[in-house]
């Protein structure tokens, strides 16, 4: 049956192009580019036909078009213009689109549009406070990418680097130290209200050098040591970092308050860009004053950073710098060997990482207005951890679909997956009833994300979706081949 239908509709497309004097002979006689061209025009076409009839025609039509297009099409990668290759780029160009577009849909209050369906098990689509966290996440899985991706090194303390961003935004964008009165560019800052309030973009990028120079402190003696011996000093420092944010209030017994202790340092400025770009350009001059456009703005603001952090990813890995990081990933010995120096090439890979992950924990201490010990645990190293294993380690589009898809679920996807099984299988479940009580799968959520990992490593041990390298490592080996045929 599905064989007729198919038959059906080629013969009903041949006849269309018959119709325009162009069958089936002259079509396979036209240039490969003219031919892509056409089927690219046409399955734009078509979607945005779809898109139409679905009666959700909006701005994003054209991404949506992209995405069936991309889909579809086959071949798509080796669309030419000029000469240059241009089909590697549909990919990202509809990712990015539809990420642009996304808030047109979803409101900032967490309502959905109509527009957007349901998802199946998952339920409604991401609320934009979730995008914001998604989009953070993003950057520190990048920046421990840099570690754990391209140099192999195994890192167990990247919360650390977290928590040094954190409070640097706390110490330089709020009023923590109150005996001070230094004013640089701040937004919506109280007149009279003591401290350090330089402006946030300012203290991002302090906070992302900062957290370097921190990297390089702790990996200078620690990229000495190999393997488990590296792991567990990173995991030592890792634990360190969190502990003198919890007790800093009374830093080393002096009675300097550093840190605020468990409270945390809070509110910590807004991020804007003043009235005076608000008149001439239209930015934002405050984000708070926006309303339920403010989660917008946030979001809009980290997707720029994920994608400075994505160029800067993409430029290194393909560097002197990027190919000798993965040189000392496959062969430490043999790297050192052919004139790599291991020690200036690993810091380089943990001050790196470090940076990206300094401006990430800015940054959402500015976007959760402040700056708090426990949110620094052990757990969160090994949550991004499992975002880089699970996408896809050394791949950059992999990583980004692990964090993705592994803060969705910690923020919104394991409430709405138990929320979906106890309508269905729960207490008076519409299907059947399976447990007597409320089942709470969020509780549980280090145990799912355990198995999910494990699945991966047992059935794709190089993530889903692994780089090129990687995948021919485990599908092909690394041994060596023979230099003399052992038989003759």
Not at 76 to 87: A, E, K, L, P
Not at 398 to 427: M, Q, S
């Amino acid at each position: 049956m599905l064989g007729d239908m198919f038959a059906a509709v080629s013969s009903g497309w041949w006849r269309l192009l018959g119709g325009f004097g162009l069958d089936r002979a002259r079509w396979q006689r036209l240039p490969r580019t003219s031919r892509r061209a056409v089927k690219a025009i046409a399955w734009i076409g078509i979607g945005l036909l779809l898109v139409g009839f679905l009666g959700v025609w909006k701005p994003s039509a054209l991404a949506i078009a992209a995405v069936v297009f991309v889909l579809v099409v086959p071949r798509y990668d080796r669309i030419t213009v000029r000469g240059r290759r241009i089909g590697r780029f549909v990919v990202p160009s509809a990712v990015l689109a539809l990420a642009i577009l996304y808030p047109i849909y979803a409101s900032s209050n967490g309502g959905v549009n109509p527009g957007l369906p349901q998802l199946p098990i998952f339920g409604t689509f991401p609320q934009m406070s979730t995008m914001v966290g998604m989009a953070v996440f993003v950057m520190m899985a990048l920046g421990l990418n840099f570690v754990v991706g391209y140099a192999g090194l195994l890192d167990l303390g990247y919360v650390a680097f977290y928590a040094m961003g954190s409070y640097t935004a706390g110490w330089f964008a709020s009023s923590q130290f109150s005996h001070q009165d230094v004013f640089f560019g701040a937004i919506g800052v109280t007149p009279g209200l003591t401290g350090f309030h330089f402006s946030i973009w300012l203290v991002l990028l302090m906070a992302g050098i900062a957290t370097a120079i921190i990297g390089v402190i702790i990996g200078l003696p620690t990229l000495r040591l190999r393997g488990d011996y590296l792991a567990i000093v990173t995991l030592g420092f890792g634990e360190i970092m969190p502990q003198i944010a919890r007790n800093g209030d009374n830093f080393f017994g002096t009675g300097f308050n550093l840190t605020n202790g468990t409270g945390g340092i809070t509110p910590i400025d807004p991020p804007g860009f003043g009235n005076w770009l608000h008149q001439h350009l239209g930015l934002p001059a405050n984000y708070l004053t926006l309303g339920t456009n403010s989660d917008r703005a946030f979001f809009w603001t980290a997707l720029i950073l994920v994608l400075l952090t994505v160029f800067v990813s993409a430029r290194l890995r393909d560097s002197r710098l990027g190919r000798a990081w993965i040189a000392i990933r496959e062969d430490e010995i043999a790297a050192s060997a052919m004139g790599i120096p291991l020690m200036r090439t690993k810091t380089w890979a943990y001050a790196t990482g470090a940076f990206f992950g300094g401006v990430a924990g800015a940054y959402y201490a500015a976007y959760n207005s402040g700056a708090f010990p426990d949110q620094f645990f052990f757990n969160i190293s090994v949550f991004i951890l499992c975002m880089v294993i699970l996408g896809g380690m050394g791949n950059i589009w992999g990583v980004i679909f692990g964090a993705c898809f592994l803060e969705y679920l910690d923020l919104e996807g394991l409430n709405n997956v138990g929320a979906w099984l106890n309508g269905h299988f729960g207490p008076g479940g519409s299907v059947f009833e399976l447990w007597h009580k409320t089942l709470d799968v969020p509780l549980y959520e280090f145990g799912i994300y355990g198995v999910i990992i494990v699945v991966v490593m047992l059935f794709r041990p190089q993530g889903l979706i692994p780089s090129s390298r990687r995948a021919a490592e485990f599908e092909e080996g690394v041994h060596d081949q023979p230099l003399y045929d052992a038989a003759t």
